[in-house]
Every structure is written in C-alpha cells, then in structure tokens.
C-alpha cells in the first residue's frame, strides 16, 4: 500500500440556510478533516441523519460546501462553493455508491451496468467482457436482461454497485449501501465487496452507521459527532486480512476495538 | 456567524424577488409582443383574414352597450347551465344506482366504456334530426358531454372508497344510508369536483359549437353568422368574447377548488 | 351493500373460482346485452319507421357496401388524415418544447399563464376562423387539429420533464455524463410514459376535432357524411358514419396503446396505473 494521499478533506462545513425561521441555520458539519492514502479502505461511523450523506455529497461534488477544501492527489482544491463550478465525480475520478441504487428504470441490468461506459465513450469489446465478470462476481449472471423492477432489492444494490466498479474511478464513496438490505443479504454483499476490492486494492470511503461493519471491512475508521459533524475519533483496524465476514466478531481484537469505538458514539 | 447567516438569507431573498419581478416582466412583455403580431398581422393579412385588435375591441364595446352581445352571451350561458345541470344530476346519480345493481354494471360496463369514443359532437346532426332546431339538441350534446366525465368520477370515487372506512362505520353503527351519505359521498367528493372542473367549461363549449350547427341564437351563432357574412371582426370578437368567458369560469372553478379543499382536511378530523 | 357484498364473498377462501365464476357470468350477460340492444333497435326500426331509427342490418349491409366500392374508405381516409397530420404537427412542438426550456425555468413560468390559457379556451371554438381562413379542405380541420392537441400533449410532455428524479441524474454526473446525455438517457426516458398519457388523452380529441369541423363546413369525410346523410333524412347513413367513425377512434386507440406497451415494457406495473390515472 503506497502513501501517497489520494483524497484530503480538510476543514470542510456544510451549513444550510433556513427559509422559515429567523434562528441561525443548521451547521452540519463543521470543521471536518480527514485524509485518505491510496489503496485504504476507510470506514467512517455516524449517527444515523443526513450528515454523512452531505459528507459525501460534497465530496463526490453533488453538493456545494460552505466552507473547507477537497483535494484529489496534489491537485489544486477543487472549488466546491459554487455551484456553477462543481465537477460532480471530479471527471470520472470519484465514483459513489448512492443509498438508493439509482437504477435506470428503462435499462436492462446489462446496460444498466455499461451505462457509465457508454455516456465516458469507453465501451468496446474489453470493458463489455469486464462487466461481464463483475455480473458473474456478484451472482447476477442469467439476470443481464431484466429490468429493475423485476430484481430483488440485493440484486439491485449488486447492480449499482458493480456500475460504479466497472470503469475503475480511482476513489470511491459509499453511503451506506447494504443499510436497507436484510442481515444475510448484507453478509454476502459485504464479502462480495471485500473479494472485488481485494483484486484491485481502489481506495475506499465506506460511510455506515454499524459498528460492526465499520470494523469488518476497513482498515481504518473514522468516528463523526453529532451535529456540527466532525471527526472525533480515529482507529486502526488491527484485523489482518482477508477477513472472515461472518466470523469477525470472534476474531480477539473486534471486542476490546467494539468498545472503543462505541463509547465515542454519541 | 450569525452576520454570515443573516448575509447569506438576504442574498436568497434578494434573488426570489428578482425572479419573481423577471417572470412578470416577461409575461406582459409576451401579451405586449402578442398584440403587436396581432396588429402587424392584421396590417398584412388584410382585413378578410385578420381583424383589426382595434376594431375587434371596438366591435366588442358597442355590442355590449347595444345589449346584442349580451343578449346571446345570456343565452349561451343559460344553455350551458341547463345542459350541465342535467348532464351532472345523471352523472351523479346513475352511478349510486348501479352501485345496487352489480351484476347489470358489470354486464353494462364495456358498452359505457365503448361509448366514451364515440366523439359526441358527431352526434348532433342526428340529435337534430330527432329533436329538431330549437335547444333540444343542443342540450343533448351539452347533457352527454357532462355526463360522461362526472359519471366516470362519480363512479370510479365509489369504487375507489376505502373499504377500511366503510368497515369502520359499519362497525360503529352506521345505516347502509349513512354509509352512502357520509363515507362513500366524501370519498369521492375530490374526484367529483376534479370532474366539474372538466364539465362546466366543457358545457360552454359544447353550448358554442352547438349553435354554430343549429339554431339562431347564442355566441355561436353569433360567430357563425358573422363567418358566413365575412365579416371576420365579428369572428374575433366573438372569439374573444367566448375564451374571456371560459377562462373566467375556468379560473372561479379553480379559485373554488382550492377554497373547498382547504376545509376539507378539518372535516375529516370531524368525521373520525 | 351489495357491491361491497360481492367483495365481501371474495374474501372467503373460494375466492379464486367465486371470481372466475363472476367472470364468466359478466361476459355471457354482456353479449346477453348487445343481443338485447340489437334486437330492441331493430324492433324500433319497424316500430318507428327507418326514417328516425335507421335499421341496425341496414346499417350493416350499406357499411359492407361502402367499405367494398371504397366510398367509405374514401371518407374515412380523409378524417383520419386530418387527425392524424394535425396530431404529428400539434404533438412535435409541444414535446419539444418542455425539453428545450428545461434548463430555463424562467421561461415555463413566463409562458404558464399563456398555456394554461390556450389549454382551458374552448380551441373548437376557432373552427371558423380556421375555415374563414383556409377554406373547407383539410387544411383547416388539421390546423384546428393541431392547436387542440398542442396544448394538452404540452402539459403531459412538462409533466414528464419534471417528474425527473433528480438522484438518477446526480448518479448519471457523477458517472461521467454530459448534459446531451443526461438529456438522452435519464429526462427523455422518463418522460416518455407522460407523454405517452398526453397522446392517449390527445387521440379522442384529434379526430372529434376532425369531425366536428368537418360537420361545420366540408365536402369530404365521415362528419360530412354524417351531416350530408342528416339532412338527406338518411338516418342509416348517419349510423354507418357513425359506427365507421367510432371504429376509427377504436383503431387508433389501439395504435397508441400498442405503442404505448412497446416502448414501455420496462414499467413496473404499479406505476403504469398510477401514470394512466393522471
């Protein structure tokens, strides 16, 4: 794992503005820095709300920020106060995994899949074979041409997730994606992300508000307050890869590490 | 912060008025840019094709003083309210019926649905035929065209009514009657009054166009006869004369609208 | 009551062959009526005389006729060109015009009064002026044609380009998309079942309109027929017309949904009620 840091976020708030009452508008986040190197899978734990969501947002420069800087490698901070000027997924450099899987609805799961490689113009015989495999990965084969409508709602979150995987953006954001599925569901999903992440070691920002999740798939967690949001705790996941998805909380550091983080939680 | 704060909700507030002096502007620039192709048209055109805005106005204040204008506005209006009343009372009625009678609605049902397509202004030339020249016809046409969207509202609110309601009332008490007057006709109060909304300036129109196929009375008959003479200012204003009136009767229907929906949630809180 | 009765007895555990039961029944009184309404009309033809009824064979044999020597068809053929050219020419503009303004919001408001206006104006209303001003041919019956179906398919076409999920085209940016292609791939998609609603409410307008007017004032087409027949007391002549009229509207309904359910496979079907409904 190189050093080299891939995303900084550094001082970034989010305010929003009130239109009804007169009282000071809702600081978000406030003051929020963290730094990510190239190649980590970072968790980051909150309370559920729309704090992380904004984070992220923000990140994948969907939202404007208030104040604060996002930097992508050593490049220039991108300008994320003003709305005419926001890049969102910094050209193809930041993907996000969205909470709703964000499906075409008129798209078969196929071309659902290809679609990121159709509208950036790369799609050829190479990436229609890579998303063939990433079908198969995930257990989507033989579905290539249903339409949303008629997957389960882990089969859509499959889908989105291997949309984002398919043209290889250097970081990617998710926000809590297997949060609506059910606990077996979540459990394959998460090996399923581990494995595809181990074949190309992509620098990750895992936002969920399980502890345990936090825990099992990062190599490093971050831990948000409340409203104004801002890091308030970092760990190092000492769990040594790969790691048993379903047996993780027998592993001898996942207690004393639960705790830690717990007691931060507000 | 707070001087950041009251800095960034002025800047909003700013630009909403901004917007909402922008929007105004460019609707009375988009009236003003409408007479004045109006009135170059007319230049250009010649007065058989387009009629002078001028004259057209003109035209329209010395039939009004004259009572001319009145007098058939009066008598369209009147047809309409007669046709509407009689197309609603069906409308309304028939649907409580066959309520009582599901086995002849399902056997009727595919022919009522079959006769929404035929268009029933082409109908009128056979309603004259049986009814004659006076308003008979015309009431007909009027009366069908009203009937059929408030008896597909009427129909489909009763169909549409919450069973869970109707099994509450039924639980407390309440008569097969009371059932019909209070649950089934509230339910379906909203898609009633979405249906008159529809109907009342359908029945102005179709009173229009009725009289330009029969009879010699009425703002149809009034654009009619002014096209069969050529005189094309009278065909404007009695266009002119005719739109007015509907948007107006569009615009109350709206005003009303949104005045009865705004009790309406209240209400139910009664009911429960 | 006794239609809630009915719902009651599909409840209980039967359910399945009580309704196929209530199924069968429906379609056997249905064609029990349309015997019943054939054979009252035809008793009404020797009752009241063909003069006011027409007779139901009559109408029969004389529309085989037609559709055989082709006078029919000529007629029918002229209708439904003019609904369906003044269709195409009033449904283009008022498709295209939402999406050429969705990124200036500023211009619907300024125009919403206007289209609220023309959509509420009772446009049949202009049939004369249109006659006045391009005579008795098609000309006028498409144009009026046109101005009728413009305002309603504008309405569906706005209603579509603004029920845009605004997440899909967030997701569609950050995957790369320009805005040609978030306008191809996420607003047209999502629009088209809209607009495909303003067609279906559009069509039964297109060819009223096209009657109407050509009862008015026309020398060809089915409302001509009608209206020739009408004051030739041909009161079976005005039924063929009316019947062929009918079949027209049946036949390009059927069109329109055909259309409809090809290029919309990809609807679950729950919103597919909840669209036809609006």
Known sequence: MSTQTLLEVRDLSKRFASRESRDAALWVIKDLSFSVPDGEFLTIIGPSGSGKTTLLNMIAQIDTATGGEVRFKSEPPAPISDPKLL???????????????????????????????????????????????????????????????????????????????VYDPPVILMDEPFGALDAQTRAVLQEDLLRLWELGRKTIVFVTHDIAEAIALGDRTLVLSRAPAKVIGEHRISIPRPRDIRGIMSHPDFSALYQRIRAQVQ | MTTQDTALDLAESAHLRWRQYAVLGGRIGLAILFFIVWKIGAERAGPIYVADPVLVFQRIVTDTM????????????????????????????????????????????????????VPKYALVPLFILWFGIDDAPKLWLIGLLVFYPVFIAVFAGIRNVDRRLVNMARVVGASESRISREVIWNSLLSFFFASLKIALPRAVSAAIIGEFLVGNEGLGYMIEYARQNFDTVGVFAGIVVATVIVLIINAALVRIDRHINAWRPVERDMQL | MSSLGQSQASDRPTALSGRLLARARAHSDQILVLILLFAIWQALSFWLTVYWVGSPWGVVTRLYDGVVNGAILMHAGFTMSEAIIGFIIGAIPAVALPFLLRRLPIATAILDPFMVGGYGAPKLALAPLFILWFGIGIESKIALVAITVFFIVYFSALAGVRALDSKLVQMAQVAGANERDVARHIV?????????????????????????????????????????????FDTTGVFVALVAVTIIVFVMNGVVDFAERRLLHWRPASDAKMQSSQ
Not at chain 1, 89 to 97: D, E, K, T
Not at chain 1, 111 to 120: A, C, D, W
Not at chain 2, 78 to 93: D, E, K, N, T
Not at chain 3, 221 to 232: D, E, F, K, P, V
């Open chain 1, 87 to 165: 890049n969102p997924g910094l050209s193809c450099r930041i993907g996000y995994v969205t909470q709703e899987d964000n499906l075409l609805p008129w798209r078969t799961t196929l071309q659902n899949v290809l679609f990121p490689l159709t509208v950036q113009g790369r799609l050829n015989d190479e990436t229609r074979a890579r998303a063939q495999t990433l079908i198969r990965t995930v257990g989507l084969a033989g579905f290539e041409n249903h339409y949303p409508h008629e997957l389960s709602g882990g089969m859509r979150k499959r889908a989105s997730l291997i949309r984002t995987l």
């Open chain 3, 188 to 232: 047209f998609p999502g629009a088209v079942p809209y607009i495909f609603t303003g067609f279906r409410i559009a069509m039964p307008y297109s060819i009223g309109g096209a009657v109407v007017a050509e009862i008015i004032s026309a020398n060809r087409g089915l409302g001509y027929l009608i209206q020739l027949s009408a004051m030739n």
């Open chain 2, 66 to 117: 004259s009572g001319e204008l009145v007098r058939h506005v009066y008598v369209t209006l009147r047809l309409s309210i007669i046709g509407f009343a009689i197309g609603c009372f069906f409308g309304v009625v028939l649907p409580f019926v066959l309520r009582r009678m599901p086995r002849v609605t399902a056997a009727i049902e595919p022919y009522i649905m079959a006769s929404v397509g």
